[in-house]
């Protein structure tokens, strides 16, 4: 595959990660309507281990299959990579079943453990879509393999979007109901969606053309030895253009040999890979059941009912959690683009070029979410009952408003670190944050002045952690961390002065125009009072301000800093 082609390729199946993280985000604000805090606290029970058992089972594979393909292909072993995809494919077949059904059996021993029959339902709902996601597995790194993204891009869209759509419908349509049946039928949203993605990447498989077999660059071959493309003639019309067979490929390696890799030998190539990225994957699925467990133990511990614990989780990891994690949603664009421009320039031998992109991505990172974190916090209450009317769930989104911030530099600190070769340091600091956050919760949350807050602090803190991995190996790279004044005093001023504005603003315009609109306004205010002391205090590059549609121009000329 061409270059340009495969950094075409690799960007949309990026744009399509974000894409779907988005659509996932702002799914949970009409879902929260439908279905409360409560509800939401058991919809993400049930999607915290259904989540820890798809990890366990199917993370691995994808990358194992992709790499036994591609290594198959490179000697010109297609039939060994045909081989390699239906091991593969087998294999997964018969942990996803195992996987399904010892999710769909267990559930009851699931809810058991959290103290909540409720979580039984949708915790069923949500076990073949493991078997569904594993075959997909398999075909998505089978295309992987021959550097074909686009199939993997297009098979995520479209289980996120049958995902949300059904998330939603079944929601609305069994609330009527109660309150348990609409989250079943919610989490059976991920199983319809899980659906749609085989199907998708099963047709491009099967309909689309077989890799290596019976394809030529996408166009099947036709009768009577003509291809069925043609080229414009002398005067623009269409001639048809002779086929010529291409010459026979070199025998594979194996052949030489005299024979090719037996299916023991695929099956341990397949766990090689497997096995490690599978550990690594399940780090922070494992971290988020084990913390589940914890804060509904440890808030009962502190005087709460099964279902008020439950209902102040829903608050903070169902509704306060998904607003945090908005922030980090352009971080993640931001880290995907800086892993081959890191990359590329340390291969280069320029590490200046490296610098400056760290530098860049630090400040923007800051300069972009630091406003957001502060507007959670300072209007944490009037946004929870604007977004999700639970007006009370800004108890919890108050003391875990910092991790927008946190959440945002680690997603922007991972990318760096891959782009210079280091992807084991963030898996450290997600290990050892995971830690610190276990802790903190069983710590802080049985405090009953603290409660669910406590739980939020936990998180911070469990992000902190992480952060401070990533930023310490990074700081013993000179040039690498930004001018103090850029990265942190000026937003830090001109933060200041959004919260001066916004706690003026806020109440007046609620008395007079109600709460909805009136939070609507003061996040204006506060945005444009942000916005103007960075432009005043020269916060921003010439090239930043430049991207400013219609008046980027104008803009850089005045305020652009040199």
């Known amino acids: ?85 239906r091991l593969a494919y087998a294999l997964l077949f018969a942990i996803g079943a195992l996987a399904s059904a010892a999710l769909y059996f267990g559930a009851p021993g699931v ?9 039984s339902g949708p915790l069923k709902a949500t076990a073949p879509a493991v078997l569904l996601v594993a075959l997909a597995a398999a075909y998505r790194g089978y295309f992987q393999g021959h550097r074909r993204l686009i199939p993997t891009a297009v098979s995520q869209l479209a289980e996120q979007a049958v995902r949300v759509a059904a998330m939603l419908a079944l929601a609305y349509l069994l609330r009527p109901r109660g309150l348990v049946p609409a989250v079943t039928g919610a989490s059976l949203g991920s199983t319809l969606g899980a659906l749609a993605a085989l199907l998708v990447v099963g047709w491009l498989y099967h309909i689309g053309g077989r ?43 194996w052949r030489l040999r005299g024979r090719g ?29 084990a913390v589940a467990v914890i804060v509904l133990a440890r808030l009962q511990a502190a005087g709460y009912t099964s279902l008020g614990a439950t209902h102040l989780y829903g608050e903070l990891y169902g509704l306060a959690y ?33 610098a400056t992109y760290a530098r860049s991505s630090l400040r923007l990172t800051v300069v972009g ?37 946190l959440i945002a530099l680690q997603q922007t600190t991972t ?65 690498f961390w930004p001018a103090l004044g850029d990265a942190a005093a000026k937003p830090f001023i001109a933060c200041w002065l959004m919260a001066l504005a916004v706690q003026r603003a806020h109440p007046a315009l609620a008395r007079t125009l109600g ?5 609507l306004l003061a996040v204006v205010v506060g945005s444009a009072v942000y916005a103007a002391a960075m432009l005043v205090m020269r916060g921003f590059s010439r090239q930043e301000l430049e991207l400013v549609p219609g008046i980027g121009a104008g803009l850089a000329r005045r305020f652009g800093k040199r």
């Not at 495969?6 to 879902?31: D, Y």
């Not at 891959?418 to 830690?435: E, I, N, S, W, Y």
Request: charged share 10%; proline share 8%; aromatic share 4%.
């Open 1 to 85: 595959m061409r270059s340009g082609r495969l950094l075409r390729e690799t960007a949309i199946l990026a744009a399509a990660g974000l894409g779907c993280k988005l659509l996932g985000g702002l799914s949970k604000l009409p879902l929260a309507w439908m279905l409360g805090a409560h509800g939401i606290g058991v919809f993400q029970l049930a999607f915290t281990f259904y989540g820890l058992t798809l990890a366990l089972a199917v993370s691995g594979f994808p990358v194992a299959a992709s790499k036994l393909v591609a290594e198959r292909t490179a000697v010109g072993d297609s039939a060994g990579a045909r081989a390699g995809f």
């Open 111 to 119: 809810a058991a453990l959290l103290r909540n029959p409720h979580v």
């Open 211 to 253: 890799l290596g077999g019976g394809t030529d660059g996408g166009f099947r071959r036709r009768g009577g030895g003509v291809r069925s493309r043609r080229t414009p003639g002398r005067r623009g019309r269409l001639r048809p253009v002779p086929w010529h067979p291409p010459p026979p490929a070199p025998p594979p390696a």
């Open 261 to 289: 890799p037996g299916a023991g030998a695929l099956l341990r190539s397949l766990a090689a890979t497997a096995a490690p990225v599978s550990a690594g994957s399940a780090v922070l699925p494992v971290t988020e059941a």
């Open 322 to 354: 998904s607003l945090v994690t908005l922030p980090a949603i352009a971080a993640a664009a931001l880290a995907a683009a800086l892993v081959p421009a890191v990359a590329g320039a340390v291969a280069a031998g320029d590490l200046r070029r490296a």
């Open 369 to 405: 979410s630091l406003p957001a974190a502060l507007g959670m916090y300072l209007l944490a209450a009037p946004l929870c009952g604007l977004l999700f009317g639970v007006r009370e769930a800004g108890a919890a989104l108050a003391p875990l408003a910092p991790a927008a911030l």
């Open 415 to 479: 990318g760096l670190l891959q782009g210079l070769g280091r992807p084991v340091v963030p898996v450290v600091g997600m290990v050892l944050g995971g830690l610190a956050n276990a802790a903190l919760a069983y710590w802080l949350t049985a405090i009953p002045s603290l409660g669910i807050a406590g739980a939020a602090g936990a998180v911070v803190g469990g992000y902190a952690v992480a952060v401070g991995v990533n930023l310490a190996c990074l700081l013993g790279r000179p040039g």
């Open 515 to 519: 709460q909805g609109v009136g939070v």
